[in-house]
């Protein structure tokens, strides 16, 4: 794959504290946990190495701290194969999440965004040759969102596909969504950005009414229940959900949003990519963690092969 253009990951690069329990807490309860592990993680981060796990070139763009924190995780993205050489370095702390991880593989988070603030505009534009020499550009919501905007016109400018994953959700500007290639909502998310919940069976009517807002294709990431892709135009389609047990279903929405980059980077169609990136996804729940979780290519064409 050496011959092909990067996929370029812009986004956030934190460290997962994980805390195992039976349950989730609801508000205002304490209880005992089961467990605690420490992960990289950051949804930037985890997609860069989703797709480098598939054998992708990968460049990632993102801010650190000058913690320890902020080496570790440097050299956990080194190892992984992500190309670190856009990765700056700030003073104070690296972004940390905090993990809740239920007996049933769902999970709570919280995140303390650190450095990942710094991914600013202004040092966005001095990478801005890796943006337009990209095959594919990856973002999500832990950084600015006028970085993000940023980011999107760069991208169109360039005439490069834009992948935004619109998580943790936010308001977005009215200027966005028309920039925006492929949109990557989960349902929770779909909802926010809708105003309303996602009726029991409406997911075409969903995608539908978000594509409306300007963004040029759709998947709904709809975790056990699979996903809806949808395009302008009327390309649309159900991709099933690939039975596997749960254990930890952190990173599950960047394995694929990670392997449909890939997927797309090595010539599959569109629907072939979402299948491709279903069964990825699919098998990062079956791990714990987010990028120790990522599958690699043998694996996916293994779950593809079996169903």
């Known amino acids: 794959m050496s011959d092909m253009k990067p996929i370029v990951v812009v986004g956030s690069i934190n460290m997962d504290l994980v805390a195992t329990a039976d349950h989730i807490p ?8 089961t467990g605690f592990l420490m992960h990289p993680g950051g949804k930037g981060a985890n997609q860069a190495v989703a ?16 913690d320890d924190l ?5 050299d956990g993205l080194t190892r992984a194969g992500v190309d670190t050489a856009a990765v700056g370095t700030v003073p104070g702390s690296s972004g940390v999440a905090l993990i809740t991880v239920s007996a049933a593989g769902e999970n709570s988070i919280v995140v303390a ?6 991914v600013t505009p202004a040092f ?3 990478h801005k040759d890796k943006i337009a020499n990209a095959g594919i550009v990856l973002a999500q919501l832990e950084i600015p969102l006028e970085t993000v ?3 999107a016109q760069l991208c169109a400018e360039a005439k490069v596909p834009f992948i935004l994953d619109p998580a943790p959700a936010h308001k977005l500007p009215d200027a966005l969504l028309p920039l925006v290639t492929w949109l990557t909502p989960n349902e929770t ?4 950005y809708l105003g309303h919940p996602i009726a029991n069976g409406g997911t075409d009517a969903a995608a539908e009414e978000l594509l409306k807002k300007g963004a040029k294709g759709v998947i709904l990431k709809l975790g056990s229940k699979g996903s809806y892709f949808a395009q302008a135009g009327g390309n649309e389609a159900t991709i099933k959900a690939f039975p596997v047990k749960a254990v930890d279903s952190t990173g599950a929405g960047d394995a694929f949003n990670g392997a449909y980059a890939a997927a797309l980077m090595l010539g599959q169609s569109r629907l072939e990519a979402a299948m491709f990136a ?3 996804s699919a098998i990062s729940v079956t791990r714990h963690g987010a990028q120790e979780s990522m599958a690699t290519m043998d694996e996916v064409h293994k779950l593809l092969g079996d169903n």
């Open 70 to 74: 902020g080496k570790q995780l440097r």
């Open 278 to 280: 279903s069964a990825a």
């Open 26 to 33: 609801a508000g205002g309860e304490t209880i005992l946990g």
């Open 113 to 118: 965004p650190g450095a990942n603030t710094q």
């Open 189 to 192: 998310e779909a909802a926010f």
């Open 124 to 126: 966005l534009d001095q």
């Open 149 to 151: 905007l940023r980011l």
């Open 51 to 66: 797709a480098a796990r598939l054998g992708c070139s990968v460049q990632m763009i993102g801010q650190l701290g000058s």
